[in-house]
């Protein structure tokens, strides 16, 4: 974030760029067993995109989703699981827009939307001990759960 070379293109460069990326993993990791895809902020947004327009991403994490600012309407259906993580003092995105995201995702049915708050945590969760170690610790633990689920 901000020593990228190339400039803002209001999500369509990005989700282009997104797309380019995966391709060029999937292409490192023919046999894997598994595709999600993460994004923070603005990176959220794109990484949701990117989730409706490719079908062999399974799974999903989203922190701190602007939802405030971008529309993710698209977002019906919602063709996997995930979770969303958000902080509780966060002005960029505020809490109540998350909500409601979370909340319309959830009433669709066959997938399920986790939702963890960090308490006290700004947009960028800038406090490592009490807001970013805090929200790693909650997407690697949901990533090994959802991991040990899938190979039951």
């Known amino acids: 974030v901000g020593r990228s070379q190339g400039e803002f293109d209001q999500g369509i460069g990005e989700l ?11 292409a490192m990791n023919p046999n894997s067993k598994h ?10 947004w794109i990484g949701m995109q990117l989730l409706m ?12 989703p602007p939802a405030n600012m971008y529309d993710f309407s698209f977002l019906a259906p919602c063709p ?5 993580v958000n902080g509780t003092a966060d002005r960029v995105a505020p809490p109540k ?3 409601t995201l979370v909340g319309k995702l959830r009433e669709q049915k066959g997938i399920t939307i986790t939702h963890e708050e960090i308490e006290g945590a700004d947009h960028f969760f800038r406090d490592d001990e009490t807001h970013m170690n ?3 610790g909650l997407v690697q633990n949901y990533v090994r759960r959802r991991l040990t689920e899938s190979s039951r």
């Open 35 to 44: 595709c999600w895809v993460a994004g923070f902020s603005f990176g959220a």
């Open 80 to 84: 996997s699981s995930g979770l969303i």
């Open 134 to 136: 805090p929200m790693i």
């Open 16 to 26: 282009s760029d997104a797309a380019s990326a995966l391709d060029y993993l999937q």
């Open 97 to 99: 827009d998350t909500h």
């Open 53 to 64: 327009r490719r079908p062999e991403i399974t799974g999903f994490i989203s922190v701190s």
